[in-house]
């Protein structure tokens, strides 16, 4: 089992910026590559990046490439997510998950989840 706890959301206006935060615990951390993904009230939740389990690779969706950058410190067992140039429609609960498989936007590929840190921009 694999133990995720996000934190870092907040109410940030248009154009600001935030830093989450996901703590593992549990299985190593290494062992697992990690996403974030996103749901908005009403609507289905979706990939917003994952990174490899070195590191070495990150992937984006196209919705926040440029402004997100996700980054791991295995040493510290934390997995995290810049948020830059955020826009009203970035308004969401955000998850961490971890996986066995890189790369994939898939939310069923993700074994374990976090409980979400709601990120809210105003206009």
């Known amino acids: 089992q694999v133990q995720l706890v996000e934190s870092g959301g907040g109410l940030v206006q248009a154009g600001g910026s935030l830093r989450l935060s996901c703590v593992a615990s549990g299985r190593p951390f290494s062992n697992y590559a990690m996403g974030w993904f996103r749901q908005a009230p009403g609507k289905e939740r979706e990939f917003v990046a994952a990174?490899?389990?070195?590191?070495?690779?990150?992937y984006y969706a196209d919705s926040v490439k440029g402004r997100f950058t996700i980054s791991r410190d295995n040493a510290k067992n934390t997995v995290y997510l810049q948020l830059n140039s955020l826009k009203p429609e970035d308004t969401a609960v955000y998850y961490c998950a971890a996986s066995r498989y890189s790369g994939t936007y898939r939310a069923r590929d993700y074994d374990y989840w976090g409980q979400g840190t709601q990120v809210t921009v105003s206009s």
């Open positions: 990174i490899s389990w070195s590191g070495g690779a990150t």
